[in-house]
């Protein structure tokens, strides 16, 4: 079994700043491409961005400039830096990753989520 738990979620002022963490956990021969997801009351889950096991990284628009992701391998976590903070930021963060778990195939995992709430 391969466990993802987000981390680091919570009520900040806009501008402000906050790191989400991510922590996969359980039989894992190693994590392909991670990313982060956010959804937000009454839209559609949307991919904030992904981080390559390499460290190559690619972001939406809307949050370029203000966001940023990083990973320990070694660890099997994944971090999102998140700056600038804006209202509209607010949403539930998902962590997901392909990881190559006991079955030594590709699955693809999903953590809980955690809420970040930027108040305006």
């Known amino acids: 079994q391969v466990q993802l738990v987000e981390s680091g979620g919570d009520l900040v002022q806009a501008g402000g700043s906050l790191r989400l963490t991510c922590t996969a956990s359980?039989?894992?021969?190693?994590?392909?491409?991670m990313g982060w997801y956010r959804q937000a009351p009454g839209k559609e889950r949307e991919l904030v961005g992904h981080i390559t096991r390499g460290g190559t990284t690619d972001y939406v628009d809307s949050v370029k400039g203000r966001f940023t992701i990083s990973r320990d391998n070694a660890k099997n976590i994944m971090y999102l830096e998140m700056s600038s903070l804006k209202a509209e930021d607010t949403a539930v963060y998902y962590c997901?990753?392909?990881?190559?778990?006991?079955?030594?195939?590709?699955?693809?995992?999903w953590g809980q989520g955690t809420q970040v709430t930027v108040s305006s």
């Open positions: 359980g039989t894992i021969f190693g994590i392909n491409l």
């Open positions: 997901n990753a392909e990881v190559v778990d006991w079955s030594a195939r590709p699955r693809d995992y």
